[in-house]
């Protein structure tokens, strides 16, 4: 196993919280303010929120994760493309009226691309292990699948955030079990570091997000978590755990993608009716759950499957 300095660890973490936790307090009432969301269970409680808070917390993570780690262009070419997710997502957000689907997916798409050719460019390896068996992929299969993943996790990551408290806690348990297993199973220490530095800054902006709410990451922060989460489930050489470390996240935000898409597709209008989604507003509408309920609920369940994961990969280890 690789030793990870606990200086560097302790400085990256101390400094991506203090820094962000004093930026967000400093600037929050220069952040665009929240329209509300017609759509959303409660979505008018948050309107005239400050929301747009990842411009602060973001350029943080980049920032004193470059201080913190030796020097790497694949690195910086990734918290490059994390910033540029960061900036698309808060013009969105300080945007009177909404981007629309198409503009979005196509930067989404640009993103995603570029951090794809980036990885590719630096690792010869494509493929995953089950149940401690390696199984190789050619490129042509390995990058739509890795396209897919990256875009994925931009998305679902945004859908998934709406409750107060919710998306930033479920975002830092699966940074900590990916940072965990980069670590402890994947020798990337230097990734784990980045992962320990983000999750400093969110627990910061959490912070000013607990119920009821004083900030919200919006576009900029959901965004540029997403795909930078993605981009760690790559570094570890195995796409597959991101169902263990992420699932709660993925099936959140993603089965309103997927119940979308199909609707869209097939022009059907009844396709998962039964369901309200995103998965917090159906706890919260039909099942009646408080926000606290679903948030300590939805967190419980991800930690389990994340500590799951880790102890499977360690028995097979």
């Known amino acids: ?67 913190v780690t030796p020097f790497s262009w694949e690195r910086c070419a990734y918290l490059f493309l994390t910033i540029a997710a960061m900036l698309t997502g808060y013009l969105d957000d300080r945007s009177d009226l909404p981007w629309s689907e198409l503009k979005k997916g196509l930067l989404d798409l640009a993103i995603c691309l570029l951090a794809l050719i980036t990885f590719m460019n630096t690792h010869g390896d494509y493929g995953f292990t089950l149940f401690g068996w390696r199984v190789a992929l050619p490129w042509w299969l390995f990058a739509p699948i890795a396209l897919f993943l990256l875009w994925a996790f931009i998305n679902c990551c945004n859908c998934a955030d709406g409750v107060d408290g919710h998306f930033g806690t479920l975002s830092v348990i699966a940074l900590g079990a990916l940072g965990y297993a980069l670590y402890a199973f ?100 039909k099942r009646h759950w408080s926000d606290t309920q679903t948030v300590f609920r939805f967190a419980i369940v991800q930690l389990v499957c994340a500590l799951t994961g880790l102890l499977v990969m360690a028995a097979l280890r």
């Open 186 to 285: 994947c020798e990337g220490q230097d990734w784990a570091l980045c992962a320990l530095v983000l999750m400093g800054c969110i627990l910061a902006y959490l912070l000013f997000n607990a119920h009821p709410c004083l900030v919200m990451m919006g576009d900029a922060g959901s965004r540029a978590i997403g795909l930078f989460m993605g981009i760690l489930v790559l570094q570890t050489g195995n796409f597959l755990l991101c169902l263990p470390f992420a699932i709660v996240i993925l099936l959140d935000g993603g089965l309103g993608l997927l119940k979308l898409a199909v609707m869209r597709t097939f022009h059907s209008k009844t396709f998962m009716m039964w369901l309200l989604t995103p998965l917090h507003d159906e706890t919260r509408k």
């Open 1 to 67: 196993m690789l030793a990870l300095s606990p200086i560097s660890a302790l400085l990256g973490l101390l400094l991506g919280f203090v820094l962000s936790g004093a930026l967000i307090a400093l600037l929050r009432d220069k952040l665009p303010q929240d329209h509300g969301r017609a759509y959303a269970v409660d979505g008018q409680v948050t309107k005239g929120k400050a929301r747009g808070s990842g411009v602060v917390f973001i350029p943080v993570f980049a920032a004193v994760s470059m201080l």
